[in-house]
């Protein structure tokens, strides 16, 4: 009787992954692909115009994905996933996950364009996006002049990013990972547990929100006021 009790548990714990797994395909994986699906052109490339919003996008998912790995929002997790799930892709990520994602997430949310990396050389460091190409011109440098505004020329020094590939990348680590939350306990009770929780309302309390210089009280009886109304 205890074998097959044993047994049992064994085989809802193995049920209870199989149905986490399949919620990183039909919650993260399938939303995305939609999204996606909306930018490419007829013949399933992202044009020119919609390679800030392709970023975007992509370092959202990474960000959400980082969170439920680790069970945290921050970003050393989402850093994390790269190099981890993203780098059994191409092993480059491990080496320069971090900074494609300071450079372009931070950059793109809060300025609007990638930032630009000077290095302890005093080298320009910048970004050239592809849209279409090979693995091996991926992470690739070249140098380029600049023209100032007082006449002179910088070089700076791109890294090729290829979007198509980064985004195929990002799915195919979407499926690295449901394999693992399928057969590891460990990391599927932290992807159920972060997945059920990110919107309850106990994450971000009024008296917790107010901590924050940029929220004032002003902000919660505007809301008061309406629901008042109602």
Known sequence: MANTNSDENELAKSLNRLTRASYVKSHIKEPLEESMATLLTEHKMFPTESIGIVLLLVFTYIDLLGCLYKGSNSSANAVEFMREYLGRIDPRYKEVGGLLYDALRHGLVHLATPKRIQLQNGMILDFLFAL???RQDNFKVTKAQEMQTRGDRLDIYRLSLNLSLLYE???SAMDKYAED??????LSDIFWKTFETRRKPEK???????RKLYI????FDFVREQISNL
């Open 132 to 134: 279409v190409g090979q």
């Open 169 to 171: 990348d990002l799915l």
């Open 181 to 186: 939350i399928r057969h590891n306990q460990v």
């Open 204 to 210: 971000a309390k009024e008296e917790v929100l107010l």
């Open 216 to 219: 004032q009280e002003s902000d």
